[in-house]
């Protein structure tokens, strides 16, 4: 007779395989287990994308006590960590600068404009950290929210 488990369970199951591996982010098969079971749940992508996308195994552990005590996860605001926060704005800043090279070199410009001399105004942040973070972000004044998702590089 097949044994069910609950989400939850399975998940704790895996969170300590991953946690048995010398180098956590090398538990690939467990990661995409995860996403999948997050999935499975009914969680938005945008909460577990960035926690399964850095292999983050302290994420994953507040993310499932959140689960198991939703009330207690409402208490706490998440306040993302410095390092978190450095790393997040060095992902924003490379793909700010992709985003301003692709666009400079498209060859069909308007036949009124001169060209280069546009700039773009904002972009979408890299899906890869949760919202929390750019928020902070626009908090410490590092970046600007200029509405709908899209932030910008503050003004010198």
Do not use: N
Request: include cysteine; proline fraction near 8%.
């Amino acid at each position: 007779m097949a044994e069910t488990t609950t989400p939850l369970a399975k998940l704790e199951e895996l969170l300590a395989a991953i946690r048995s591996y010398d180098d956590p982010r090398r538990a690939s098969g467990e990661w995409k287990q995860v996403y999948r079971l997050l999935e499975k749940i009914g969680l938005t992508p945008r909460r577990f994308q960035g926690i399964v996308g850095m292999r983050d195994i302290a994420s994953l552990a507040e993310l499932i006590e959140q689960l198991r005590d939703p009330a207690a996860a409402a208490e706490s605001p998440q306040v993302p960590s410095e390092e978190t926060c450095r790393q997040a704005l060095r992902a924003f800043r490379k793909r700010a600068m992709l985003t301003r090279l692709d666009d400079e070199s498209k060859l069909g410009r308007g036949p009124l404009s001169k060209g280069a001399d546009e700039s773009l105004a904002a972009i979408t942040p890299p899906v890869e950290w949760p919202d929390d973070v750019w928020r902070e972000l626009v908090r410490q004044g590092k970046l600007r929210s200029v509405g709908h998702g899209l932030y910008e590089l503050p003004g010198p």
